[in-house]
T-cell receptor, first 117, second 114 residues
Framework: GAVVSQHPSRVICKSGTSVKIECRSL??????MFWYRQFPKQSLMLMAT?????????EQGVEKDKFLINHASLTLSTLTVTSAHPEDSSFYIC?????????????FGSGTQLSVL | AQKITQTQPGMFVQEKEAVTLDCTYD???????LFWYKQPSSGEMIFLIYQGSYDEQNATEGRYSLNFQKARKSANLVISASQLGDSAMYFC???????????FGAGTTVTVRA
């Protein structure tokens, strides 16, 4: 099956620093990539949708200047948490889709646990 | 409004028994897709099963089956012959044609007891 690689799997950083998370589709071209945030024992909350070569579409309430998303190629999307603060600590997980279709399942990365001290 | 509702926060099931996880959804579209994902404690999201709104038969994938009742807008997941490795969080999700985003329910934590 299709593989999505996400790294780092875990990052601990000081408050005020920026953290970049990478999401790569290893064996397929991802037309669309999605970034989710998840708090412990809770659901996945969609943060933004990114399409290759265009600006990301952010969900309501998500600060686009805080969470910078770049989708430079059909196999790579990055999420940068800028000037991270303790409240940004969370599990971030990306997913990729080969095509826009109702029955197209999303392939997920393994997630990144961000801890901001 | 909540699109996907999972009313069972947690469930316990005995090994080798079957368990049903409830999922109801809300949409005005006639065409949509329903998914179930498993999330073990390691965090990755594992695709389990898919049901299209126009599929006449209930989807099955090994020990997983989906009890699709379109009129009631429910898509319950049945796991048969539970195994210890089935202990995880399970999410029901829906994809609609207007934006193709995947909307997730709150999830159900399943704990399989030996």
């Amino acid at each position: 099956g299709a593989v999505v690689s996400q790294h780092p799997s875990r990052v601990i950083c000081k408050s005020g620093t920026s953290v970049k998370i990478e999401c790569r589709s290893l064996d397929f071209q991802a037309t669309t990539m999605f970034w989710y945030r998840q708090f412990p024992k809770q659901s996945l909350m969609l943060m933004a949708t990114s399409n290759e070569g265009s600006k990301a579409t952010y969900e309501q309430g998500v600060e686009k200047d805080k969470f910078l998303i770049n989708h430079a190629s059909l196999t790579l999307s990055t999420l940068t948490v800028t000037s991270a603060h303790p409240e940004d600590s969370s599990f971030y997980i990306c997913s990729a889709s080969r095509r826009v279709s109702l029955n197209e399942k999303l392939f997920f990365g393994s997630g990144t646990q961000l801890s901001v001290l | 409004a909540q699109k996907i509702t999972q009313t069972q926060p947690g469930m316990f099931v005995q090994e080798k028994e079957a368990v049903t996880l409830d999922c109801t959804y809300d949409t005005s579209d006639q065409s949509y897709g329903l998914f179930w994902y498993k999330q073990p404690s390691s965090g990755e999201m594992i695709f389990l099963i898919y049901q299209g709104s126009y599929d006449e038969q209930n989807a099955t994938e090994g020990r997983y089956s989906l009890n699709f009742q379109k009129a009631r807008k429910s898509a319950n997941l049945v796991i048969s012959a539970s195994q210890l490795g089935d202990s995880a969080m399970y999410f029901c999700a829906m994809r609609e044609p207007n934006d193709y985003k995947l909307s997730f329910g709150a999830g159900t934590t399943v704990t399989v007891r030996a």
